[in-house]
C-alpha cells in the first residue's frame, strides 16, 4: 500500500509542509512558555518561604520543620516535584537570583539546579552563559561543572587577543613629533633649555608665541622624513615593549593597541600642551598612524612611507585614516592607483587603513543645514557614522584632515 506522502500532489505536499512548520514552531513555542512560566512559579515560590523566615524567631530549626510540612501538604496537594530539598532549591534560586526577569527560559528547573550547586557567582555565570549558548543537555552542564572547565580554561587561556587584556595608545603621533622637536632645539641646535619649555607648555604657549611657532614648524610625521617617523616609530615601540612587560588579571601580558576610535577627542580635551606647538584642550592626531592635521604636506605616497616605517606587528590593532577628494577617485585609472598603494601598505606592515570620500564643502554645508544631509556617512577611526550626529569636535577633526590626490 503506497505511503500518504507518496500519493500526495505537488501543491497539497507544500500544503503539509508549511502546516507542519507552523505546528512544530508552536510546539515549540509553548514548551518555552511553560518553561518560563515554571521558572517563575519556582522563583515566587522561593520568595514566599524567604519572607515567611524573616518574620520567624530563631528560623535556622523552625524553617527546617516548616518545609518538611510544607513539603507534605504541597506533595499531597500536586504531587512530585516539591520535596524539602526541592523547596531549600527554590529559596536558593530566589535568593540566587535577585531578579526573576534575569532568568533565561533557555535553561530548565534542572539546569538551574545544577548551578545553584556553584558557589561562586563568576564560576556559576560563566556555566550559566556557555550553557545557554551551546544548547547543553542538564547532563552536559553537570559534567562541565565536575569537570572544572571554568577553573581548566582560567588556566590555560593566555587570552592573546581578549580585549580585556589590551592597552590602548592614543597621541603618540603627537608625541613623536614633540620629541623630535625637542630633540632639534633643545639639544642640537640650543636654541631652548627644558626648563624654558616646561615654562612655555605650563603656560599654555600663552607668553611664547614665537618659541610655539618654532616648534610647531619643525617636520613632523607624515612627510616621508625619515627621522621624524623613526622618532614616531620609537615611541610606539617603547609603548608596546612596555605593555608586553606587564602581566595581566587574564594571564599573560597586556597587549599594546592603537585604534584611537574617537578617544583623540577626550584625549586631547585631558591632554596639556605638547612640544609639537599643540595647546592644551587640543584634539590630538587621529588613529595612531593618521599624521596630525594638516601637517602631512607632501601627498599620500609620504604618509605610507612615514606609517611603514612603525613596527606594527606587535600590535593588535593600527589605524590610519585618509581623506580624498571625491574627484580624485572619479576614474577606474585612479581607483587602479588607490589599489596598488594600499596592497603595498597591508604586504609592508600596514594592519588597516581607511578612507573618506568626501567633499569638504559638502560637510560644512551639512553643519549649516543638518537636515538635508541625513545619510552623509563618514569614517570616523574605526567605525562609520552619520556626520550630522558626531559631536561638533570630531566633524571639525575629519573636515581638517588633509585632502589628498592620487
Known amino acids: 500500500m503506497e505511503s500518504n506522502q507518496s500519493i500526495m500532489s505537488p501543491t497539497l505536499t507544500g500544503i503539509v509542509a508549511e502546516i507542519k512548520t507552523v505546528l512544530e514552531s508552536a510546539r515549540g513555542n509553548v514548551a518555552r512558555q511553560v518553561n518560563s512560566e515554571l521558572l517563575s512559579a519556582y522563583w515566587n515560590i522561593g520568595r514566599i518561604i524567604s519572607e515567611y523566615e524573616q518574620t520567624v524567631p530563631e528560623r535556622a530549626d523552625y524553617g527546617k520543620q516548616t518545609l518538611k510540612e510544607l513539603a507534605k501538604v504541597l506533595t499531597a496537594e500536586f504531587g512530585k516535584g516539591f520535596s524539602r530539598s526541592n523547596l531549600q532549591n527554590m529559596r536558593t534560586f530566589y535568593l540566587t537570583y535577585e531578579k526573576c526577569q534575569t532568568l533565561s527560559g533557555k535553561l530548565s528547573w534542572s539546569h538551574y539546579c545544577e548551578l545553584l550547586s556553584v558557589s561562586d557567582p563568576d564560576k556559576r555565570s560563566f556555566y550559566e552563559k556557555e550553557a545557554v549558548n551551546s544548547n547543553w543537555s542538564v547532563r552536559e552542564l553537570k559534567r562541565q561543572i565536575?569537570?572544572?572547565?571554568?577553573?581548566r580554561l582560567l588556566l590555560s587561556r593566555r587570552f592573546p587577543f581578549e580585549n580585556g587584556a589590551v592597552l590602548g595608545a592614543v597621541g603618540g603621533v603627537n608625541m613623536?613629533?614633540?620629541?623630535?622637536a625637542i630633540q632639534k632645539l633643545v639639544f642640537e641646535e640650543k636654541k631652548y633649555t627644558m626648563a624654558r619649555l616646561l615654562e612655555a607648555l605650563d603656560a599654555d604657549w600663552v607668553g611664547f608665541e614665537e618659541m610655539r611657532r618654532e616648534f610647531q614648524t619643525q617636520p613632523k610625521y607624515g612627510n616621508g622624513i625619515r627621522e621624524v617617523d623613526e622618532t614616531v616609530a620609537e615611541v610606539y615601540r617603547r609603548f608596546a615593549e612596555a605593555?608586553?612587560?606587564?602581566?595581566?588579571?587574564?594571564g599573560d601580558t597586556l597587549k599594546p593597541n592603537a585604534i584611537s576610535i574617537s578617544a583623540h577627542q577626550p584625549g586631547g580635551a585631558l591632554t596639556g600642551a605638547t612640544p609639537d606647538g599643540r595647546k592644551g584642550g587640543e584634539i590630538l592626531?587621529?588613529?595612531s598612524l593618521s599624521p596630525d592635521h594638516g601637517q602631512d604636506v607632501s601627498g599620500p605616497l609620504a604618509v605610507f612611507r612615514s606609517?611603514?616605517?612603525v613596527d606594527?606587528?606587535?600590535?593588535?590593532?593600527?589605524?590610519?585614516?585618509?581623506?580624498?577628494?571625491?574627484?580624485?577617485?572619479?576614474?577606474?585609472?585612479?581607483?587602479?592607483?588607490?589599489?596598488?598603494?594600499v596592497k603595498t601598505y597591508l604586504t609592508h606592515g600596514g594592519k588597516h587603513i581607511q578612507f573618506n570620500v568626501v567633499d569638504r564643502a559638502e560637510m560644512e554645508d551639512a553643519k549649516l543645514h543638518p537636515e538635508q544631509h541625513s545619510d552623509l556617512v563618514v569614517r570616523v577611526a574605526g567605525y562609520s557614522a552619520y556626520f550630522i550626529r558626531l559631536p561638533e569636535s570630531i566633524q571639525n577633526e575629519v573636515m581638517d584632515r588633509t585632502e589628498q590626490s592620487l
Not at 146 to 151: A, H, P, Q, T
Not at 243 to 250: A, D, I, K, M
Not at 321 to 340: V, W, Y
Open 146 to 151: 565536575d569537570s572544572s572547565l571554568f577553573e
Open 243 to 250: 605593555c608586553l612587560s606587564l602581566p595581566c588579571v587574564y
Open 285 to 287: 592626531a587621529d588613529a
Open 312 to 341: 606594527q606587528d606587535a600590535y593588535q590593532g593600527t589605524l590610519m585614516n585618509m581623506k580624498f577628494l571625491p574627484s580624485a577617485l572619479s576614474s577606474r585609472e585612479d581607483l587602479e592607483k588607490l589599489s596598488s598603494v
Open 176 to 180: 613623536g613629533n614633540g620629541l623630535y
Open 307 to 309: 606609517a611603514m616605517t
